[in-house]
Structures are given as C-alpha cells and as structure tokens.
C-alpha cells in the first residue's frame, strides 16, 4: 500500500521481436524524431549521467519534457527524471529496462515518484501506454501503429496552437531537474 504522496510504480511491459541492441538503439536515437515518443528528439550534451535533457518535437521549437539522465547501463537500462513542461507537478522518475527473452527483447517502462492524483499521473499511464505500443511497432515493422499515425499527423496539424508555455525559448538546458 502506497503510504506517500507518490501514486503506486506503473509499470508497462512488451516484449518486442527485435535484438536488445536494436530496441536499445532506437530508445536512445538522438539523431531523428521518434515516432513512439509522439516525432521528439532527445535534446542533450550527451546521454550520459549527470546531464540534462529536453525532449522537444515541432523542429525543435516545442519542449515537451525536461530533465536529467540518472543511470545508463547500455543496452540495458536508462534511468531519467521526467517534468512535463506544460504541467506545474513536479519531476517524477522512468526507468527504461531491456532484458533478452526467447522471442525478442522484453521492453520496460517504469514511471515512479510521480505525485498521487496529479495531472502527470494521468498522463503519464497514457504516455507510457502509447511509448510502449508504438516501439514494439516501430522496432518490428518500421512504423507505429495506425492510431498512432493518425494522432501524429494531428499534432503536426496542431503545432501552431501549441501552448506558449511549452516554447523552447522557455526551457534551457540549465532549466531540467
């Protein structure tokens, strides 16, 4: 039982029919847009721990999320404190695992410390749900799923109405937790 003002861990599993280094390859891409983490770049010195990120989208124009990498263990884990930016709810934690199973690579996205009854909570079950479809998809056949297309377009659509509070002018680098 959850006795703090953290919600209970959630936890998001898939096994995905790829080679380890394949799924960890494309988790970590810092070069492209990732379309399971809605068309976002990883915006970092490095991915390495004790640096700070942004994952921004919309040409670099949008920040999404700010934070810092804790741990990174390739092709194994990845551990990183997480803000979304549009939300006033402090940062929480995701842990990414990747574990060789027969049939693939077993992906794992864990979201914790996230503040109970919050608006992060609710978004990121919904955000872990879709990261965690979408890359099996993307990873095994080249795209994500229809759904997800569909909503990525929508967005593309929508870049304009984007929120002033998520512009990139707003959160520096130095700004991530």
């Excluded at 399971?36 to 700070?52: I, K, V």
């Excluded at 990414?96 to 608006?119: D, Q, R, W």
């Excluded at 749900?129 to 990873?139: S, W």
């Amino acid at each position: 039982m959850n006795t703090s003002n953290y919600a209970d861990k959630q936890i998001f599993k898939v096994v995905i029919n790829a080679p380890i280094d394949k799924v960890w390859s494309e988790l970590v891409n810092e070069t492209e847009p990732r379309p399971f983490f809605w068309n976002s770049n990883w915006d970092t010195p490095a991915l390495e721990p004790g640096n700070p990120y942004r994952v921004t989208s919309n040409g670099g124009k949008t920040v999404a999320v700010i934070g810092r990498v804790l741990e990174m263990d390739p092709p194994n884990r990845l551990v990183t404190t997480f803000r979304l930016t549009q939300l006033d709810d402090p940062p929480c934690q995701v842990t990414y695992t990747l574990t060789e199973v027969e049939g693939g690579t077993e992906f794992c996205l864990i979201s914790e410390k996230v503040l109970a009854g919050s608006k992060s909570e609710k978004s990121m079950a919904d955000g872990s749900r879709f990261i965690v479809e979408n890359l099996k998809a993307y990873v095994e056949t080249g795209k994500v799923t229809f759904g997800a297309r569909i909503m990525l377009g929508m967005f593309s659509l929508m870049a304009p109405l984007t929120p002033k509070s998520m512009h990139a002018n707003k959160w520096p680098l130095d700004k991530a937790e």
